[in-house]
């Protein structure tokens, strides 16, 4: 069973930074491809970034692009989220998760891990 343990959230002023990581317990073919979503209160999941752990294919959403970089550390089963120039509106509970294919990973279901969240909150 995959586990997927995210930390790294946090308050932050507007115009600020924050740093999410995910540990992941097995970094396989289960697991090539690992993404970010986010959730506001009474809104869907949305996605926000995806890697591989080859690093050969990353995404972002239009709206986090130019702010937000997606990276990993092999070594130590982790991928990062660094959130830039933060916005109120990128307030959520932002999620990890992981899949095998590099196809629809901007599609929640197609995930087939996910970590517990880590509540980001921008402050205006």
């Known amino acids: 069973q995959v586990q997927l343990v995210e930390s790294g959230g946090g308050l932050v002023q507007a115009g600020g930074s924050l740093r999410l990581s995910c540990a992941a317990s097995t970094r396989t073919f289960s697991t090539a491809t690992m993404a970010w979503f986010r959730q506001a209160p009474g809104k869907e999941r949305e996605f926000v970034a995806a890697t591989t752990w080859s690093g050969g294919n990353t995404e972002f959403a239009d709206s986090v692009k130019g702010r937000f970089t997606i990276s990993r550390d092999n070594a130590k089963k982790t991928v990062y989220l660094q959130m830039d120039s933060l916005k109120p509106e990128d307030t959520a509970v932002y999620f990890c998760?992981?899949?095998?294919?590099?196809?629809?990973?901007?599609?929640?279901?197609?995930?087939?891990?996910w970590g517990q969240g880590t509540q980001v909150t921008v402050s205006s």
């Open positions: 998760a992981a899949k095998t294919y590099w196809s629809l990973i901007t599609a929640v279901r197609q995930y087939n891990y």
